[in-house]
């Protein structure tokens, strides 16, 4: 969807030199000097200002007012649609500049509003381009709004960040009780206010394994300042903070993404603006195969192959079922075809849509490498002769695998789990096989050569 641009400001600055005569004196060229205008909204769009409605907004949600206003001669009206208008889901939209400004000088961003009745604003900020790469968001959420003019401010978390920024203002409302209301909002700019301060950064403490070679977008971060007597939360983007680890050689943070480098643990920290941040990452990264899977023995004659890549494979519908806890993704190890599945409890495998027939088959067989954990379980599931999940037929059975048990569960090597079929005693029917589900205790499991054999 294209982005609707309601007023455009026009600012528009031209030099010309001109040259007359001879001259031994060269001309230089100055820089242009950064954009530091400070408004939005006042009485009209700031300069180079344009509204953007966000997709499946109401589209014509936003006009100016001349009748309704704080101060001056307009402000702007938001009209929020009820649940179900045909001209949009909600209100909602970004002021942007393509002439990018130097906010790096204020520390707020303030307005003032009013409604209709009393509603709470969904959201507002600032540092949103609408473009979906924008850096700096910054927002409040839950904005409470009577019937009368009320200031509001949005503290930004470090402004230093924003020299070239283009996403001035930004704003969501829904309906309330199924209801649309209107909304008027003025005198939007940015500010320096002696009212801010006692900054309190923060980020989710968080303990995570991870295996190596893996990355992890930081988020959650936040700041709690105290404006004018009262404390208010802004969610930050983390691009705002400044993250370390304390072993680089285990992970190194760019921005807000953690690379996993090494075997090890480490402890990611962040600050803002020089303020450290509540809250870490302690982070123990697990090793991950650089060798494939072995390569299978058996002829292809004998074997009805779900996953490997020295047989054809028969159709598959999921490798990660809607109703598991697990992540799936394709990898190659060693040159070899992997799946690897992430932040595991248990993954479900559906051949629903054409189901197995394991009848002649003796043996099942599956490749797993883990980098921890003490135990794994594979379960074989049979849907019975009708074909169908809990038709009164179904058959299942689990087994279990530790460092104990033949075959032995280990880490940090291939492990070939090569099973009798006659060891899930309770899989009495093989017609119908449709699920295989693997569980345990080993979040990061890379799995291969998933087949039935004879």
């Known amino acids: 969807m294209k982005p609707m641009s309601l007023v455009r400001g026009v600012a528009t600055l031209a030099f010309v030199a001109l ?141 230093a960040r924003l020299t070239r920024e283009g996403g001035l203002f930004y704003y969501a409302e829904g309906p309330e009780g199924g209801q649309g209301c209107t909304i008027w909002l003025d005198e939007i700019q940015y500010v320096l206010s002696t009212g801010i301060s006692n900054p309190r950064p923060s980020f989710p403490p968080t303990t995570l394994l991870l295996d190596v070679g893996s990355t992890l977008n930081l988020a959650g971060t936040r700041v709690i300042y105290n404006v004018n007597g009262v404390d208010q939360t802004i969610d930050a983007s983390p691009r705002y903070f400044d993250f370390a680890s304390t072993d680089t050689t285990v992970a190194k943070v760019i921005d807000e993404l953690v690379r996993v480098v090494g075997v090890g643990t480490t402890t990611i920290t962040a600050s803002l603006g020089g303020v450290p941040a509540f809250g870490n990452v302690a982070l123990t990264t697990t090793p991950s195969p650089t ?108 087994l279990t695998f530790t460092a104990l048990t033949t075959p032995a569960f280990a880490t940090g090597s291939w492990i070939s789990l090569d099973l009798p079929l006659s060891s899930f005693t309770n899989l009495t029917t093989r017609g119908h096989m449709a699920q295989l589900i693997i569980s345990g205790n080993t979040p990061t499991v890379y799995v291969d050569n998933v087949y039935f054999h004879r």
């Open 291 to 398: 060798a494939g899977a072995p390569v299978p023995a058996p002829a292809a004659a004998d074997v009805i192959s779900l996953y490997s890549d020295s047989y054809p494979n028969v159709t598959v519908d999921k490798w990660s079922a809607d109703w598991d806890v697990a992540d799936v993704s394709d990898v190659t190890v060693g040159g070899n075809p992997t799946k690897k599945y992430s932040g595991l409890s248990f993954a479900g495998i559906e051949f629903i849509t054409q189901t197995v027939n394991a009848t002649n088959m003796t043996h099942f067989h599956v490749d797993v490498w883990a980098g921890q954990g003490q135990f794994i379980r594979i379960k074989l599931v049979d849907f019975g002769a009708d074909g169908a999940f809990q038709g009164g037929d179904d058959v299942e059975h689990e």
């Open 19 to 159: 040259v007359t005569g001879c001259s031994s004196h060269k001309g230089t060229l100055e820089p242009i000097p950064p954009n530091t205008d400070p408004i939005v909204f006042i009485d009209g769009f700031g300069a180079a200002v344009d509204y953007q409605a966000f997709a499946t907004s109401k589209l014509d949600a936003v006009g100016i007012d001349e009748t309704e206003k704080y101060a001056g001669n307009a402000s702007l009206r938001i009209i929020v649609p009820p649940v179900n208008d045909p001209s949009g889901f909600f209100a909602g939209g970004a002021f942007t500049t393509n002439r990018l400004r130097d906010l790096s000088g204020y520390n707020a961003l303030t307005f003032w509003a009013k409604a209709s009745r009393a509603v709470t604003l969904d959201v507002a900020g600032l540092g949103n381009d609408n473009t979906g790469t924008s850096r700096y968001e910054a927002k409040r959420n839950s904005l409470a709004l009577t019937t009368t003019w009320q200031q509001f401010t949005i503290a930004i978390p470090y402004s």
